[in-house]
């Protein structure tokens, strides 16, 4: 026992040091909504020029790249060193807030995000140039008297540091809680246009805290230094993991939670160590040494996935996700392309050329993994590489064991899936910045867990898993000795990958993919699974990334591990956002970026700067400049924004491919739907101690209307979420004729036959009005069409019921516009549209008529009566216009509280006494009209 608290008492020291760190990450999202990457970075930094640049009198010599000079002179004192590490940190995070985040500020929530993935990958490679990769040992600078009490050493130094950070949680506690500046900051993170009609600024409101919270990261780093050591991958990537944990176990918000998170963390960590040998012993694992900070990170990571609450990003009303391409494949360019690509290869480099010219291409193959993964389906994984070192491993032990190598590469990405589906598990509780955290996280327990173990890499000996000399089908494609082999088969590999992408982004599962990026709620209403299109994603784009891991791990004799880590699955997020997250095109326009590859090659061999990650600083600057510049990336500047004169010339050179003109549609016949009743029974929704909706029942029968009316607040859109399946669980029963559906899911609901419409529209705003349409109408195509999709993709036209559907709302001309730029009525019909484009039994409207003028809504009127009289659609109408609801509907139910006070017909409604009573008071039938005039309204009778 005694043991075990010896270890828990180490572990305190770190895990102050992490809670510090974490408390910085908190306040800058408190302040701006940004979810800080680089805290880890910031660190680092403070910890390099406290103890090398300023503390260490041999890097005096190389202060500002001088050589030989003494700019500074002798080594600082401690506290001016620290000092001035603090100010370096604090300086550094408020400038990027000033000039990057503050341009970015209505950019996409993903751009920010990876803005700040930017700023670690060019802080570390600063680092790594200035300072060098290597280990510094850190000594301690605090007091280490010991004590003992009951057998449990304390050391000095970590007392001391649990001092100053529980002083600051305090501190920071305090200033949230008491002061106008922290609750400003506060409630600027929960409605900063509120915060700006107080007089604040949210603006400086989140440079403070940007700059407090990288003084209190560069505080942490240095805080932390001594027990770690100052390595730059591994110092970065663990602080900010563990700070970002810790940030996450108190949700964001709450300084002490964030403070217990860290202790958390930094006992967990202390108590693997000290277990080590007998976990080595008992799963037989060759080196624990990634383990130590792995396995308590994870078991936070399992708190926050049961939990399941999703990090919530700052929302500004210009958010938009990065732009799509269409997918369309331009043959003669591709031909062009890999033409001059392989001509190029085989006349003009030399080895090492054709080596940067694989490592490229190879790479090129991941970014078409966070293309699929990212930009079509909006998962963000910053695992893709470890992903792909799996595919590696599994292929080299197949052909270690014997398999026949070609047989051992398409074994080991089939079997790479399974293990992409285990990083796709978090993402069906979580989503945006959680999602990218743990898969940061188990990315990189991968890489210190599973690929710096011997016992299953290879022998220490053999340095990895030897495969001995590659040959395909026969042919030496051996790297070391062919290398412009191994470049051609890239090359193949790249162009297939691309087809196949391309497929994707065409077809029926594409839509879904799209449709689940852009809203899951909207997209699980038209019959598409959540989990379904999420796992999907994850499957395939872990059968891309495994592909590239085999082509860059299959380059020698011996495959190594160690290029497969955390910082290339950033970079290569990075080098996706600079092609065009959303184009196929990006993983053409990504390839020369790539560490190691064509851009490493000129920096080295031109302008001579072969010491240091030249290349991750330059690509990390490009990444800043387009993400301020497009942040949509290079090829939607290709694809949409070139002046007309040089589109012209690229679509002679074939660069670029002319759009097709959509064929007109053909009128067809307004069919019946299938006839369906639904009928729901005593329904009651409650949210906690709220009782919601209370034992509401009525029924919805085959070409009928029914008027769902009621004041705000009354319970009318729970109902409907309740009965299509987005409000779980709601006691009482649900009927589809004689099938119980309670138990279903939204999007097996859908399927069946019950859709719904949206009192905020949530139109898939990245695409146009004809796919949104046919989104809603092909949800319920084969299953196979998961797998044939990929490889064949075909034409689907619009089914009749979508064209009629078209035709009936008059969306014809308007078909290949996207939602925006469309006015707002339009913009509510084609949301209509899309709800029964698949022909549902019954449709639930959720206020159609919110923002429409009088003609407007009378010819929404209309339709909605023709789609009950002439297609038998059964329709339940939530809505405010009484007037609609009175002139439309067959039956109409009032609610109020959550409980049914009146059904029956317009009529009876209009003369109900209880109604009267509720909605008029004591007044007379005959003066709610001279009321309704008083207050400006129109709406008489039943609501005013």
């Not at 080299?396 to 293990?419: D, H």
């Amino acid at each position: 026992m005694n043991n075990f608290l010896q270890f828990a008492v180490i572990g305190l020291g770190a895990g102050a040091c992490y809670a510090l760190l974490a408390q910085g990450a908190v306040l800058i999202y408190r302040g701006s909504g940004v979810v800080n990457f680089a805290h880890g970075a910031f660190a680092m930094l403070a910890g390099y020029v406290t103890f090398v640049e300023l503390r260490d009198t041999a890097a005096v010599n190389r202060f500002l790249f001088i050589p030989g000079t003494h700019f500074l002179g002798d080594a600082w004192p401690t506290i001016p060193a620290i000092l001035a590490g603090v100010v370096v940190a604090g300086l550094v995070s408020f400038l990027f807030q000033r000039i990057v985040l503050y341009r970015l500020r209505h950019a996409a929530p993903i751009v920010r995000v990876i803005s700040t993935l930017a700023a670690l990958a060019v802080v570390q490679a600063f680092v790594v140039i200035r300072y060098g990769g290597t280990t510094h040992r850190i000594q301690n600078f605090l007091p280490e008297n010991r004590y003992s009490w009951g057998g449990v050493s304390f050391q000095e130094e970590r007392l001391i540091v649990i001092g100053i950070v529980v002083a600051l949680t305090a501190a920071l506690w305090a200033l949230a809680k008491y002061t106008r500046v922290g609750l400003a900051i506060t409630a600027s993170a929960q409605n900063e246009r509120a915060v700006a009609t107080l007089g604040w600024s949210p603006e400086r409101l989140s440079m403070l805290t940007w700059t407090v919270g990288g003084a209190l990261a560069g505080f942490g780093g240095i805080l932390v230094a001594p027990f770690t050591g100052l390595t730059p991958e591994i110092f970065t990537l663990v602080v900010t993991i563990s700070a970002l944990a810790a940030a996450l176990l108190g949700g964001f918000e709450s300084f002490p939670l964030t403070l217990l998170g860290g202790l958390v963390i930094g006992v967990g960590e202390a108590e693997m160590t000290n277990y080590q040998i007998k976990v080595q012993h008992v799963l037989h694992l060759g080196s624990l040494t990634g383990a130590t900070q792995a396995v308590p990170f994870l078991a936070i990571l399992l708190v926050l996935v049961v939990r399941g609450r999703a990090l919530p990003l700052r929302s500004h009303v210009s958010d938009v996700l990065p732009r799509l391409g269409n997918g369309v494949i331009n043959w003669p360019g591709i031909i062009l392309g890999s033409g001059l690509t392989l001509a190029v290869t085989l006349v003009w480099l030399d080895n090492n050329w054709a080596t940067a010219m694989y490592i490229s291409l190879a790479s090129a193959v991941f970014v078409a993994s966070i293309v699929v993964l990212t930009g079509f389906a909006g998962q963000v994984s910053l695992a893709q590489w470890a992903i792909g070192g799996i595919g590696a491993l599994i292929a080299g032990l197949l052909v270690k064991a014997g398999l026949e190598i070609e047989i051992a590469i398409v074994l080991g990405v089939l079997l790479t899936i399974p293990a992409g589906l285990l990083f796709a598990l978090p993402a069906l509780r979580t989503r945006g910045v959680n999602l990218a955290v743990i898969t940061l996280g188990l990315g990189f327990t991968v890489s210190q867990v599973v690929f710096a173990n011997p016992s299953w890499i290879g022998a220490p000996a053999d340095g990895g898993t030897r495969i001995g000399t590659v040959k395909l089908f026969g042919i030496d494609v051996n790297a070391v000795d062919h290398p412009h082999r191994w470049a051609i088969v890239c090359l193949i590999t790249l162009v297939l990958v691309g087809l196949l992408v391309a497929n994707l982004r065409r077809s029926r599962t594409g839509r879904r993919l799209i449709a689940v990026r852009t809203n899951e709620r909207a997209a699980a209403s038209l019959g598409v699974s959540v989990f379904g299109v999420k796992l999907y994603a994850f499957g395939v784009a872990s059968a891309i990334a495994a592909i590239g891991g085999i082509l860059l791990g299959f380059t020698a004799n011996t495959i190594t591990y160690g290029r497969y880590n955390a910082f290339q699955s950033i970079n290569s997020v990075g080098q996706a956002v600079i092609g065009g997250l959303g184009y196929v095109l990006a993983i053409v326009v990504s390839a020369p970026n790539a560490i190691g590859g064509l851009g490493t090659r000129v920096i080295q061999d031109w302008f001579h700067l072969d010491q240091g990650n030249w290349d991750q600083l330059v690509g990390g600057v490009i990444l800043f400049a387009i993400l301020l510049i497009h942040q949509h990336g290079i090829a939607d500047v290709v694809s949409a924004h070139l002046p007309a004169g040089q589109r012209r010339v690229l679509e002679r050179l074939h660069l670029v491919v002319r759009p097709e003109r959509r064929a007109p549609l053909q009128d067809v016949a307004r069919e019946p739907v299938a006839p369906a009743t639904l009928k729901v029974e005593g329904l009651t929704v409650r949210f906690g101690a709220v009782l919601a909706v209370h034992d509401v029942s009525f029924t919805v029968t085959p070409g009928e209307v029914v008027g769902l009316i009621g004041p705000n607040g009354a319970g009318k859109t729970t109902i409907i979420d309740a009965v299509t399946g987005f409000v779980r669980p709601a006691r009482g029963s649900l009927w589809l004729d004689d099938q119980r559906i309670d138990g279903w899911t939204a999007a097996r609901r859908s399927k069946r036959g019950l859709r719904r419409s949206f009192q905020s529209l949530e139109l898939f705003e990245d695409i146009t009005i004809e796919n949104n349409i046919h989104a809603g109408s092909d949800a319920t195509e084969s299953k196979l069409s998961w797998v044939t999709d990929l490889f064949w993709p075909g034409r689907h036209a619009l089914s009749p019921s979508a064209v009629a559907a078209i035709q009936e709302f008059e969306l014809e001309d308007c078909l290949s516009l996207l939602p925006g730029e469309l006015p707002y009525g339009r913009r509510r019909l084609a949301g209509i549209a899309r709800a029964v484009a698949s022909g549902p039994s019954i449709v639930m409207l959720d206020e159609p008529a919110a923002g429409l003028d009088e003609a407007e809504s009378g010819e929404l009127a209309r339709l909605i009566r023709r789609l009950a009289d002439q297609r038998k659609m059964g329709v339940l109408l939530v809505e405010h216009d009484v007037g609609l609801v009175m002139s439309t509907c067959d039956r109409i139910v009032v609610i109020e509280f959550g409980r049914v006070i009146a059904s029956g017909t317009p009529d009876e409604i209009r003369e109900d006494p209880v109604v009267r009573a509720a909605y008029l008071g004591t007044h007379e039938p005959e003066h709610a009209e001279e009321d309704a005039a008083a207050d400006g309204s129109e709406r008489v009778g039943v609501e005013r």
